[in-house]
């Protein structure tokens, strides 16, 4: 019998961090396939996020190792929870000054999805992106799957695929035929704004602080190292407060940029002398309001040889910094799936039973406030009023509080440092 190889690419919805993080484990471990990016030019939009060991350590697998990624953000030395009277709450070390083999990075968004984008072009051919390209929807046949495509000067058009994974985003048109049913977007009341000021980084150099309440507070972090000349870094930073949300969300956009003059009257007298709140507020060219959102979890990602990936599977509230992190894991584990069982609809059934379940009860977890949910606890037990925090909440239940989310996101240290990697080195798929 003759045996035909089956060269369909595998069709990948979203050139995201998600996406690329995809295209790049698939050339690797040899399977073909394509990026369907709706916009007709990526640009580096966004601000912040973190990149958390378990996230870098597969961008180190795929050889985006630190001499790449010290070019995009900086390694991150302290995570810390101060009260809004200026007391630390908590404080812990991050990525290798915690024990991790592999660093935390705080990155630009924008930068990190260019440079991901560029590597594959790189590696897989200018071909392997097709932008302008918007995914949707779908059909699933029993050899396959075919994505409807539409172009932006409006023609439709049919592509065919091995299978389609969709890296598509928070409003996913995959995902929507998936699950006809899903609930509108969740907004729990809480709006975030956020920008960047040039500043000197403070504690560590680069720590990540959150200072205020769970209900009131403003987070920052530097994404750059100091400039050598002024001393000042890239300061990512997020003022967040929560409102009343039984109306919805009025203001219409998911994200708009603001004048300052909006919210700054929230953090009025902020200033600490080592922080001076307001005056980084203002020192932000563009701010960006973005209601916190997410959506209720799905019973499954996965209709026969279509899967869900990144926001598209599990868009969660960014207080655990692991949303980006989460998209990169999930196309390891499922390039790891496709190794194990081909590229079949059997390698997304085992993607999904590893990580829907676990994953969606971390949406539900980080609805609670993930690790900020300290700040909710010293709120009910003393009002934010503190002189000793221990004597509010005892170092061990800080550190176990902590523990379990770690454990919860995959970053606790030993079982990470432990683990084998998820791709082993030169696995390559031999039916592909
Ligand atoms: C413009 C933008 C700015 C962001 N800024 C921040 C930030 O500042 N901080 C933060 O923590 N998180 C931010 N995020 C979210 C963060 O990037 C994601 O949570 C995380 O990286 C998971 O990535 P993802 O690849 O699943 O989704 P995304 O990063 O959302 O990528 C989805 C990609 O799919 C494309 N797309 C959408 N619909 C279709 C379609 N139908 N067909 C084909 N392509 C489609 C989008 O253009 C986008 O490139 C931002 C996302 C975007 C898109």
New binding site residues.
Partial sequence: MIQTVDTRPVLI???????MSLALTLQQIGVPCIV????ASLQP?????NLQPNAVRELYDLGIDDRILDTIGIQAREWALVGRNGSDIYAEPRGLLAGYRWPQYSVH?GRLQMLLYRTVLERLGEDAVRLG????GYRNHEAGVTALVETRDGRQSEIEGRLLIA???????VRAQMHPGQPPIQWGGAILW?GTTPGVPIRSGASFVGVGSLRHRVVLYPISPPDPATGLATINWIAEITVDNSKGWTLGDWNRRVSVDEFIHHFEGWNYGWLDVPAMLRGAREVFEYPMIDRDPVPTWVDANVALL???AHVMY?VGSN??SQ?IVDARVLGASLLQHGVTSAALRAYDDKLCADISALVLRNRGAGPFGILGLVDERCGGVFDDIDAVIPRDERDAFMARYKAAAGFAIETLNAAPPTIAPGARISSA
């Avoid at 939009?45 to 996020?49: A, E, M, Q, S, T």
């Avoid at 390209?133 to 949707?136: D, L, P």
């Avoid at 890296?167 to 048109?173: K, P, Q, R, V």
Wanted: hydrophobic residues 40%; without cysteine.
């Fill in positions: 919805a979203g050139g995201g961090i998600g996406g369907l990016e709706a916009v939009l966004g601000v912040g996020i968004r390209h918007r995914v949707t890296a598509d985003g928070l409003h996913s048109a956020r990144g926001d598209a960014p949303g980006a998209a």
